[in-house]
């Protein structure tokens, strides 16, 4: 043994570590969303005997999680049904919670594979063996391996912005949950269509102080035929002030600036509600190769099959109608999965 040890001896000593490389998860299908489309596409792929796993950013069916408490649905049950499952309610129309329960139960009797809280980051490769790179709230990363890909990433997650100054104060928000923290405050809704004219509607009956703004010269004709004439009541009886053909000019603090048909006006304000719709995720989209239309930003795809311009990628849901979120929903983009799966039987099962 030499009296000192040098670096070189150190070196040779030393157990030698090599670096593993990080485990990779393989499948036949990944599914890239777990809301009630992908939940849908997840189910029809396992029918057919494929291993698929379903990955989302956020927990099970986030978007409907994000929805206001006690929001009741529009449509009735039946139509909101996937895998074949009936949807029992205690009223004529589902409440969210309801939902939820509903898609619980959905993925445990199929024991579908889903990966909550895992944020897709790259999809790499090509038809019959993409690379899929994620990572979790911790920061790890995630590797999967996959033969097709399916797109059913919806468009709550990415809200339109104001792009005004302001927009970015604490006060802003592009979501409405629940109206008891607006209770004795002056509150801005921005926004014409069915979010804004319920938000608005709600928090007056709570005890807020409302103001709804809209661009538009009137509440939007497809607001809910049963919620359209109330909120017209109300802004008409002086409950709910209302600016048509305006638009918000600047936030602060505690005010905010319109542009009217007037001139500018100075509100006093404590929240500002920007309900003024969503985006499907459209740099995501073109990172994977789909091309989107210019006009509409609808990716380009078969319209029976709904495959990509991307051999083996496909899209679900109303990522589908790309800006006219309006023309898809539950009640029909949950028969996308139907539509992606005879596609698969044929490319992976009857062509082996």
Not at 104 to 132: P, S
Not at 251 to 256: E, K, L, S
Not at 322 to 327: D, I, K, L, W
């Amino acid at each position: 043994m030499p009296d000192f040890l040098t670096t070189e001896y150190v070196a040779e000593t030393l157990p030698q570590t090599k670096t593993k490389p990080r485990p990779e998860m393989r499948c036949d299908v990944l599914v890239i969303g777990a809301g009630p489309t992908g939940l849908a596409c997840a189910i029809d792929a396992q029918r057919l005997g494929l291993k698929v796993i379903v990955v989302d950013k956020g927990c099970l069916v986030n978007s409907l999680f994000h929805y206001p408490a006690g929001m009741v649905f529009f449509t009735t049950p039946e139509l909101l049904e996937i895998g074949d499952i009936p949807f029992t309610t205690s009223l004529q129309k589902p409440t969210r919670e309801e939902a939820l329960e509903y898609y619980r139960k959905i993925a445990e009797h199929y024991r579908v594979d889903v990966r909550q809280y895992v944020w897709i980051k790259t999809v790499t490769g090509q038809d019959g063996n993409f690379a899929i790179t994620a990572t979790d709230r911790a920061g790890r990363i995630h590797d999967f391996r996959a033969r097709k890909v399916i797109v059913a990433t919806g468009y709550y997650d990415l809200a339109n912005q104001l792009s005004i100054p302001g927009e970015d104060l604490p006060k802003v928000s592009h979501y409405y949950a629940e109206p008891h923290p607006y209770y004795d405050s002056d509150v801005l809704v921005i926004g014409g269509k069915n979010s804004a004219a319920i938000a608005s509607l709600d928090l007056w009956r709570h005890g807020a102080r409302v103001t709804l703004v809209h661009r538009e010269s009137q509440v939007h004709n497809h607001v809910k035929y049963w919620i359209k004439p109330d909120i017209e009541n109300r802004i008409k009886n002086g409950d709910i002030k209302a600016y048509f053909n305006s638009t918000v000019q600047e936030i602060d603090v505690d005010y905010v600036v319109l542009n009217t048909p007037r001139g500018p006006v100075r509100l006093k304000n404590d929240f500002v509600l920007a309900l003024i719709g969503y985006h499907p995720d459209y740099d995501f989209l073109r990172s994977m190769g789909i091309e989107l239309s210019a006009d509409q930003c609808r990716p380009v795809c078969d319209p029976i099959s709904l495959e990509s311009n991307v051999p083996g990628i496909y899209v679900a849901g109303v990522i589908v109608a790309g800006s006219r979120t309006n023309e898809i929903f539950i009640e029909n983009g949950r028969f996308h999965g139907r539509q992606i799966a005879e596609d698969l039987k044929k490319k992976l099962l009857l062509a082996s």
